[in-house]
DNA sequence: ACCTGAACACCGTTCAAGT
DNA sequence: ACCTGAACACCGTTCAAGT
């Protein structure tokens, strides 16, 4: 089961008006498989077998296996949401933030890619963030202001994100532990400031979407000239 | 050049005091390697030929490649410089956040694997972060406060390193680019808000350390209650 | 033009063999 | 106990060959 052989093909040009293998088609598989077995299972073997293919028929198509990194990310890129131009200008950065977050957790084994291969995504990068862009002009900011502000934001989300993602399935590092049960290990007196504030959370802490609109709360709360 | 062959050596357990190999010794070794050559050039076999060793005899003082990278950031995050306790808690959170900051940098082609394994490393970020919990404690914020102003911080600063981060040498990808010239292959009406802003820089944008202390202006800023 | 399959130069890791 | 070297099961990619 595990290894699906590509069916024998004949070499050659296939007789069919409809080619086996396109980009889009490549792509589509590609996302699938790293979706559902994570980017250390994306060789160009194991995705041509997926697509019941010889694995170097795909370099017909897609220069090598960055170009297919890259078009995952740009193609997630893609699905970005376009962000209402109405309304105060919190709500709008606010939800900008809450829509980029949403497209980079999406697809949870890509976070890296995504927020990591700017280069390639960076058309896409520089497209999404233009209602960012047009919400902060609205806050009345100066235009360097503007671009701390934004650049503040997407550091951010790239770094939440980034916590969230699948750990790479290293085999020699610890298994990753709630904070908890870490800071149990480290000694009364190691972290007095850090004991404090978990005693002070009598077990509960912010999480999950609470956690994010929190952070953005302070983001948003510092943008405002004093 | 290429191929520093190790040194062919008797097998056996050498007869010297001082053993050929040791944990310290590797991860010296490999740091330097992913120093001077980047991630992608740690592989076990190459390790080995600067070590003048067997592959093979790596595995006898760490159980794989994974536990070696976690060893480096591990390493790593040892260098955090102890943040001082005194002074107003602006400027101590400031000092952290510079001091995480360079931490990160200071070894360039590291940045993913810090700012990603965090499985391997939470207990040294437990116990880097404790200055960090202490200043805003000063500020007088509840336990919830200061687990989202400390996240959001270390979030940021996680994001900004890794947009710092050499790129992995995607040899598919396009090159970086500065964004002016991204932006002028985007046509004139598809991003105003960006192009007036660009235009309102003047040309110049805030850059490096003066970019990175505005960011943290706005969080430390918003960290405030009003 | 498009697909195939052998081949090359690498990987991480296991295992039996040396001392 | 520690180091070695062959071997296994993979990689990405090149290239000549098919139609």
């Known amino acids: 089961m595990a290894n699906e052989r590509p069916v024998t093909r004949r070499p050659g040009r296939p007789r069919a008006e409809r080619p086996v293998l396109t980009r889009p088609a490549i ?6 498989l790293v979706d559902e077995e994570g980017m250390e ?21 897609l220069p ?4 297919i990194v890259s078009g995952l990310v ?39 890619q995504i927020v990591t291969d700017s280069a390639a995504a960076s058309e896409a990068t520089i497209l999404i963030s233009e209602p960012l862009y047009a919400a902060l002009e609205d806050a009345g900011l100066t235009a360097p202001q ?5 650049g503040t934001l997407v550091d951010f989300v790239n770094g939440y994100a980034l916590a969230l993602s699948p750990p790479a399935a290293d085999a020699g590092a610890p298994e ?43 983001i948003i ?6």
Not at 87 to 107: E, Q, S
Not at 146 to 150: D, E, F, L, M
Not at 187 to 211: E, F, K, M, N
Request: aromatic share 6%.
């Open 146 to 150: 503007i671009v701390v502000a934004a």
């Open 64 to 67: 090598n296996k960055a170009a």
């Open 74 to 112: 740009e193609a997630v890129f893609a699905t970005m949401p376009p962000t209402p131009a109405e309304g105060p200008w919190p709500d709008r950065v606010r939800a900008w933030a809450r829509d980029y977050r949403d497209l980079a957790l999406a697809h949870p084994h890509l976070v890296l």
């Open 27 to 32: 792509l589509e598989a590609a996302l699938a």
């Open 176 to 218: 990753a532990d709630p904070m908890g049960q870490r800071l149990a290990a480290l000694g009364p007196d190691q972290v007095p400031a850090i004991r404090r504030v978990q005693a002070g959370l009598g077990g509960q802490s912010p999480s999950g979407a609470d956690y994010f609109d929190a952070c953005l709360d302070i």
């Open 221 to 226: 709360r510092g943008v405002t000239p004093p």
């Open 41 to 61: 299972a994306l060789s160009m073997r194991r995705l041509a077998a997926r697509l019941r293919v010889d694995a170097m028929s795909i370099y017909h198509h």
